[in-house]
């Protein structure tokens, strides 16, 4: 027996709501992008490379250390996060540094912890 969402007792279609609704969606791009930047999220890993990002510019070095991982495997993730235009990267002599790409991340991620932790 599994649990289901209720439903309407009766069918009853609001139209306008259902225009509107209709009338704002993104595009079926738009809406795949966003369905595969949401995976990204999905990786543990990942999001645990964001939240120390959140906290500071770091290099790889010093993720690996916060995190307990290799390096390897840092950059493995950095790279998938790179191309989800979820960090950037600068390089210094020969430490590269990574932060959260833009304010949008940095939202994203307040938003996220707020909402788990309520």
Do not use: W
């Amino acid at each position: 027996m599994g649990i289901h969402a209720e439903c309407c007792d009766e069918q009853c279609i609001h139209k306008n709501l259902v225009d509107k609704v209709l009338a704002e969606q993104p595009d079926e791009d738009a809406l795949y992008d966003l369905a595969e930047l949401f995976k990204v999220f999905g990786d543990s890993t990942r999001v645990r490379i964001l939240i120390a990002l959140f906290e500071a510019e770091l290099c790889v070095c010093d993720i690996s250390e916060a995190l307990g991982m290799t390096q390897s495997a840092v950059s493995h993730q950095l790279q998938i996060l790179r191309t989800s235009k979820l960090v950037k990267s600068r390089r210094e002599g020969k430490q590269v540094y990574y932060s959260l790409a833009d304010d949008h991340v940095v939202t994203i991620m307040a938003q996220g912890l707020d909402h788990i932790l309520e």
